[in-house]
């Protein structure tokens, strides 16, 4: 960023005493906060972070330094404030999945091409564009979701919304923008699979596997003297019991 550009040390003095008032108006909403799910509360937050970031950004644009704040992203809805008892229920979904084997994919799709009549024409399949078209015009989106290994796709992040309405919508009323008029404050619940979530189990893991395995192997050193003390042992003594060892003496 240019000199020209920088915000003033009035801007980033601003930007602080607009963080300090958030911060105040987040605590009196929490003081008098009626429930769980309060809506103040929710705004009251909204704001202090979005303040704190206007002033984490000003704050290393004239002086090249950070706070130590971190600003949590949009992972969690605003509170419901749809119908108690919902009359009609719209389910939102998305998934998403690579491309991982394209020979694959169409391998499939000829299969589905040459078992079916009504099939568009010949070649469809010979594309990754008409494969698709041609798997996802036979499968349930769910039945792909279960065997997309098998038709060479990878599995991404999904999403699954379960919105409340007030009453089940007109045929073909929303099919031009389906996903257009969502209300986040009418979902009722939703389920988010991503790898991001499997990352942050596996953290720590590894070095908790290295230690038991270290300890392991220092244990199985220790052990072993005893194991051949053992053996020695056990093999002395049958010698002795069925004559073999007088015999060994009289063979040297």
Same mark, same amino acid.
């Given at each position: ?47 202090l ?11 290393y ?18 509170p ?27 391998a499939?799709?000829?299969?589905v ?89 596996? =953290?720590?893991?590894? @070095?908790? *596997?290295?230690?038991? $395995?270290? /300890?392991?192997? #220092? +244990? %199985? !050193?220790?052990?072993?003297? =005893?194991?051949?003390? @053992?053996? *020695?042992?056990?093999? $002395?003594? /049958?010698?002795? #019991? +069925? %004559? !073999? ?8």
């Amino acid at each position: 960023m240019s000199d020209a550009a920088q915000p003033t040390a009035a801007e980033v003095r601003a930007a602080a005493e607009a963080v300090k008032t958030a911060l105040d108006r987040h605590l009196a909403a929490v003081e008098r906060r009626s429930g769980e799910e309060d809506p103040a509360v929710y705004d009251a937050f909204n704001e202090l972070a979005a303040a704190a970031e206007a002033y984490d950004e000003l704050l290393y644009d004239r002086y090249d330094e950070v706070t130590p704040f971190e600003i949590p992203g949009e992972d969690t809805l605003p509170p419901y404030t749809g119908p108690e008892e919902p009359s009609a229920l719209s389910v939102l979904i998305r998934r998403d999945y690579a491309v991982a084997e394209p020979q694959r994919l169409m391998a499939q799709a000829r299969r589905v091409e040459a078992a079916d009549e009504d099939a568009p024409g010949a070649g469809a399949s010979g594309t990754v564009h008409g494969a698709l078209g041609l798997l996802f015009g036979e499968f349930e989106p769910d039945e792909i979701a279960s065997r997309h290994k098998e038709f060479g796709l990878e599995e991404g992040d999904s999403t699954l919304w379960v919105t409340a309405a007030d009453e089940s919508a007109e045929p073909g009323e929303w099919l031009e923008a389906p996903f257009e008029q969502v209300d986040p404050e009418r979902v009722v619940c939703r389920f988010d699979v991503s790898a991001v979530f499997d990352e942050e189990f596996d =953290d720590g893991g590894d @070095d908790e *596997d290295d230690e038991d $395995d270290e /300890d392991e192997g #220092e +244990d %199985g !050193e220790a052990d072993l003297p =005893d194991l051949d003390e @053992d053996l *020695d042992t056990d093999l $002395d003594t /049958d010698l002795d #019991e +069925d %004559g !073999e060892s007088a015999r060994l003496e009289a063979d040297r």
